[in-house]
């Protein structure tokens, strides 16, 4: 078993091809992308709250004293496109107020004056430009209609009979791990992707050069064969892990965490939680891929079973990005998704959970032993060994 | 020494009779062949004699051992060099070996004794330590031959261990064939090619459609069929021409 466990490592060392994609893609690819895309999320958010606004008004003429006002908030104030609805649809402009003829005389007669805001809602892009505008507007309706009541001799804090004070108890970890919720993702698939390669060469590949055939003629049983390979496959996917954590909190470094205001707790420590709590699944991750490549005749039909196994550690982060739930001790008992909470848990900078940790590594534990346990009767089949017939 | 007594063997739940009360037996200090057309059950005998698949019905036994009952005890008495040669092709040629030699759990040291032994005696020093990436079909099958006889086995099952060789190579591996014969092992090899059984077996078992069609030596089996070469015996033995084309 130790002897299947050395070569198949030997082996696969041998080609580059796989040692570039497996230890060295995959575990930068996580990192990169994430902090790419985040650099990219805070300096857009940041541009977009410090930027002077330019807001192209259509009949400014109708409203000289709400332009007044918007400008003494520095608002710079543009002459309209032509076709107003046209520029929002092309997306030359992400907003624009439209001051209809009639506002002067609603004003005037002491009905609400009609202002029109000219948006698309669907692109998301713009909600920050929108929202600014919009208390702007909405500062100048307050400051008026207190005027108003001022001068009939109302005090203005009648129209006020609650006042809603926020007092945010988020830390700065935990904002971070929001923002983070993905990072769970990017570290199991390393382990699926670790693996993937290795469970297919040794398994599809294996039949696809008819190796298979002479290899079971040794005399061990074949479910030590299996498990030589499941190890190696395994440890393969545990070496990813590794770099990839080591990538990301190198990476971590170079996150614009500040301007964010919040700090990401993803030291060396973490990390290293962080490895224990995916370890198991690394095991489940070589078995899994390692039964389905087993059925696979050749190399290049596996490969299209691994893609779709790819998806699988992204359902639990799906679920957890559109219902995030507070963190149940049930869910510590589904493999992967366990992995998924408690990652989050840490990166929000939370004390460890040991009774929760403990379960999270046993329901995954358990379930990998099952899945290597059925790879490792899969030799017993006549079917998977030969390649015709 | 190798004694099989009626099997049977069928695949797709019944519907292929690939082999159907087959017996044979093959004896030490000889080399035994089995001669028969392209799908004649040759190779599904041999995978059930290393154990590979099990027959519906019969028994067999190698050196009085049951692969049924105890397989691996059986594959430790065997050196198989199946049709698949198999080789991996990102190792050495002397780390494929290697390979096979720890896992039959024999010694380093002694390995690389044995690894150098079979180096010198299948001409292999040239490209021992090359990768098995580009080797030419005699290079495979020596190196697939080398590591299936690294621990010593007794009995030697070769299924169609010339294909694809050379004039050249074909004659040096059957002068290493007999070398293993006189050394009293047990030899059993398939093929469908008449001039080597001709040239080098003691015995011939002719299988036609998953039966023993004949066997016997070469004269024998010349005397019984009336004919005088052995490609008209083997026509007339297993009733048709097919499979000879292949």
């Given amino acids: 078993m130790i002897g299947v466990f050395i070569k198949e490592l030997l082996d696969n060392f041998r080609d580059r091809r796989v040692i570039l994609n497996t230890l060295v893609f995959t575990p930068i690819f996580g990192p990169v992308i994430f902090v790419v895309l985040m650099a990219f999320m805070t300096q857009q958010a940041t541009e977009r709250m410090e930027a002077p606004l330019e807001l192209p008004v259509v009949g400014a003429e109708h409203a000289p004293n709400l332009i007044g006002f918007l400008e003494r908030q520095g608002v710079i104030i543009t002459g309209p496109p032509e076709d107003p609805e046209r520029a929002i649809r092309t997306e030359e402009e992400e907003i624009i107020l439209r001051i209809g003829p009639d506002y002067g005389q609603a004003w005037n007669e002491g009905r609400p004056a009609p202002v029109e805001l000219i948006v698309d809602q669907s692109l998301r892009y713009t909600g920050a430009t929108v929202s600014r505008v919009r208390g702007y507007l909405n500062g100048y309706s307050g400051e008026i209609s207190q005027l108003r009541l001022m001068m009939r001799g109302v005090h203005p804090e009648l129209t006020r009979p609650i006042q809603i004070k926020v007092t945010d108890l988020s830390t700065p970890e935990s904002r971070g791990g929001m923002i983070l919720a993905f990072l769970p993702y990017f570290i199991l698939i390393t382990v699926f992707m670790g693996s993937m390669h290795m469970a297919t060469d040794t398994t599809a590949g294996e039949r696809e050069r008819k190796s298979l055939e002479p290899l079971l003629i040794n005399p061990l049983p074949r479910w030590q064969v299996m498990a030589g390979k499941l190890a190696a496959t395994t440890a393969f996917a545990l070496m990813t892990l590794a770099l990839g954590l080591i990538a990301f909190v190198i990476a971590m470094g170079y996150m614009p965490v500040e301007d964010m205001d919040m700090a990401l707790n993803l030291d060396l420590g973490v990390a290293a939680w962080a490895f224990v709590l995916v370890a198991p699944a690394a095991l489940l991750a070589a078995a899994l891929l390692t039964i389905l490549a087993s059925f696979a005749k050749s190399y290049r039909e596996a490969q299209s079973y691994m893609s779709m196994v790819v998806l699988i550690p992204m359902i639990p982060s799906l679920w957890m990005l559109i219902d995030p739930a507070r963190t149940e001790t049930w869910m510590t008992l589904v493999p992967l998704l366990n992995q998924n909470v408690l990652i989050l848990e840490l990166v929000r900078g939370e004390p460890v959970n040991l009774a929760w940790v403990g379960l999270c590594l046993a329901s995954t534990s358990l379930a990998a032993l099952v899945l290597a346990f059925i790879a490792g009767t899969l030799y017993n089949r006549p079917k998977l060994i030969f390649t015709s017939g | ?246």
């Fill in chain 2, 1 to 246: 020494m190798i004694e099989a007594n009626g099997l049977r063997k069928t695949f797709n739940k019944g519907k292929v009779v690939a082999v159907d009360d087959f017996s044979f037996s093959a004896r030490d200090g000889q080399i035994t062949g089995l001669l028969g057309p392209n799908g004649a059950g040759k190779t599904t005998t041999l995978r059930m004699l290393y154990t590979l698949l099990k027959p519906d019905a019969g028994c067999m036994r190698v050196d009085g051992i049951d692969p049924e009952v105890e397989p691996l005890k059986v594959r430790r008495l065997l050196g198989v060099v199946p049709d698949s040669r198999g080789l991996y092709d990102r190792l050495t040629a002397r780390e494929n070996i290697r390979y096979y030699a720890r896992l039959h759990g024999i010694g380093r040291k002694e390995t690389e004794k044995r690894i150098n032994e079979f180096s010198q005696v299948l001409d292999m020093d040239e490209f021992i330590d090359r990768r098995c990436d580009g080797f030419s079909q005699g290079q495979r099958v020596k190196v697939a031959i080398a590591r299936a006889l690294i621990h010593d086995p007794r009995t030697i099952l070769l299924d169609e261990p010339t294909n694809g060789l050379d004039v050249m190579t074909t004659r040096s591996l059957r002068g290493f064939l007999r070398d293993l014969k006189s050394q009293g092992r047990c030899v059993v090899l398939s093929t469908h090619i008449m001039q080597e059984v001709a040239a080098l077996c003691d015995r011939i078992v002719i299988i036609a459609h998953g039966r023993v069609a004949a066997e016997g030596t070469a004269d024998e089996l010349l005397a019984r069929s009336g004919e005088s070469n052995l490609e008209d015996a083997f026509v007339k033995l297993i009733g048709s021409d097919e499979g000879l084309l292949a």
